[in-house]
């Protein structure tokens, strides 16, 4: 399987569960990212790892926990969610390094917050 | 910081009609710069790029070219069809290697 994978595609939850978004990519990169698109809003870049490693948390609360065991899988683990974080997520990879190459996007997971 | 600005939407048009998606952005160096359309219910998908000033990048009838001098990339498209509606996002990587993006562009093309 190539490009960027994201499951499940729809999820909908309570806002006592816990559950957990994965995305995993079969390119190569070594870079990462978790998104949200809500409805009306601008693309919110929330997380980024670089080989692993996390570069970049744009004040997303804690509620939302990111996990990148390895370069190729990346997970985002929701709790105690609030009904606005209804939204679509977005998985991205790209090769860090190499400006002039483009990032590739998962399908997203479109979330529900009930 | 890197920034880029797109014109709000949505643009309606009908079907032949010329497009244009005005585009222009801020950063420190040279970046690459590149378009993506996303169709309903799913991700970004790369649409074309040009990683040096007075490239042209095209796909798919649509094209845009790197203006350095007034740090912008408009897309265009001669004729446009149903099929093109679509949200088309703008962006760039420069400096710090993140893609930045531009708000989104919703194009409605009726028939």
């Known amino acids: 399987e190539t490009g960027v994978t994201q499951t499940p595609r729809h999820l909908v939850m309570g806002m006592t569960n816990k559950k957990s978004l994965k995305c995993e990519q079969h390119?190569?990169?070594?870079?990462m990212y978790w998104y949200k698109q809500s409805a009306k809003k601008p693309l919110e870049l929330m997380f980024v790892?670089?080989?692993?490693?996390?570069?970049e948390n744009n004040s997303v609360p804690s509620r939302f926990s990111p996990e990148c065991p390895n370069s190729s899988h990346l997970f985002l683990h929701l709790h105690t969610l609030q009904p606005e974080d209804s939204a679509l997520y977005l998985c991205?990879?790209?090769?860090?390094?190499?400006?002039?190459?483009?990032?590739?996007f998962g399908q997203g997971t479109r979330l529900t917050v009930v | 910081g890197d920034s880029v600005t797109q014109m709000e939407g949505p643009v309606t048009l009908s079907e032949e009609a010329f497009l244009t998606i005005n585009c222009t952005y801020t950063a420190t160096g040279y970046p690459s710069l590149f378009w993506y359309v996303q169709y309903p219910g799913e991700g970004l998908q790369l649409l074309l790029k040009a990683t040096k000033a007075d490239d042209k990048g095209s796909n798919k009838g649509f094209e845009a070219t790197y203006r350095k001098e007034t740090t912008s990339f408009h897309l265009e498209k001669g004729s446009v069809q149903v099929s093109d509606s679509a949200v088309y996002f703008c962006a760039l990587r420069g400096g710090s290697y993140i893609p930045t993006f531009g708000r989104g562009t919703s194009l409605i093309v009726h028939p």
């Open positions: 991205a990879s790209s090769q860090m390094e190499v400006v002039n190459t483009e990032a590739f």
């Open positions: 790892y670089n080989f692993k490693e996390q570069t």
């Open positions: 390119l190569g990169h070594n870079a």
